[in-house]
């Protein structure tokens, strides 16, 4: 079923399953998986502006993930509408499927990079936001160490602004950089 001949009654359901506090997620993500809902649908909804349902679709993803499912056809473009999101629920939500998924060469490093480096120096963002950010940008260091020195030095200015758990997988994570002597 295509985005364009998904049924009205269809998308009035989704909206209002969305709505319902408590809503049952794993009725929505049945309903993905047996095309009800198609996956194009929901990630239509979920990279997009309209809140509240752009937050909780990309909330339905997470899960969607976590069921073992691949969302490779829409990284790029998750990451090319990352600085566009206007809650930071999406926004996290968004980066969490970026650490499931673990973007590889074929996608946008270079934009997600950029983002998770100034999403990470972004005083007014919530720790949340920021563990994905350094989670993904650790990950891409594994294979680009030379972005390493300015994570690092991003990572000493904003661990005192941190969380306790913040702050302790920045000082684990800078610990690790010094002692494989990748620290200038």
Same mark, same amino acid.
């Given at each position: ?7 009205q ?9 969305l709505?319902?506090?408590g809503f049952d997620?794993?009725m929505?993500?049945?309903?993905i998986?047996? @095309?009800?809902y198609p $996956?194009d649908f &929901?990630?239509?909804?979920? +990279?997009s ?5 752009a937050r909780?679709? !990309?909330?339905?993803i997470s899960?969607?993930l976590?069921r073992g499912?691949s969302?490779e056809?829409?990284?790029n ?10 809650h930071?629920?999406?926004t ?8 499931i998924?673990k973007?590889?060469?074929?996608h @946008?490093?270079g934009? $997600?990079?950029? &983002?998770c480096l100034?999403? +990470?120096s ?8 920021? !563990? ?5 940008v650790?990950h891409?260091a ?6 390493i020195?300015e994570?690092a030095?991003?990572?000493s ?5 941190m ?10 994570l800078?610990?690790q950089?010094?002692?494989q002597?990748?620290l200038v």
């Amino acid at each position: 079923m295509k985005m364009s001949t998904i049924k009205q009654e269809h998308i009035d359901t989704y909206n209002t399953l969305l709505s319902r506090v408590g809503f049952d997620m794993n009725m929505i993500l049945d309903s993905i998986e047996n @095309n009800t809902y198609p $996956l194009d649908f &929901v990630m239509n909804i979920a +990279l997009s502006q309209r809140q509240a349902q752009a937050r909780l679709s !990309c909330w339905v993803i997470s899960h969607y993930l976590l069921r073992g499912h691949s969302i490779e056809p829409y990284i790029n473009q998750a990451i090319q509408f990352l600085p566009y999101t206007t809650h930071t629920g999406q926004t996290r939500e968004i980066l969490r499927w970026l650490t499931i998924c673990k973007p590889n060469e074929s996608h @946008n490093l270079g934009a $997600l990079l950029d &983002v998770c480096l100034n999403l +990470l120096s972004d005083m007014t963002l919530p720790t949340g936001v920021k !563990c994905h950010a350094i989670n993904i940008v650790e990950h891409m260091a594994k294979q680009e160490p030379d972005i390493i020195p300015e994570f690092a030095a991003i990572l000493s200015d904003i661990a005192p602004y941190m969380t306790v758990g913040g702050t302790n997988k920045i000082k684990k994570l800078l610990a690790q950089y010094d002692a494989q002597g990748l620290l200038v």
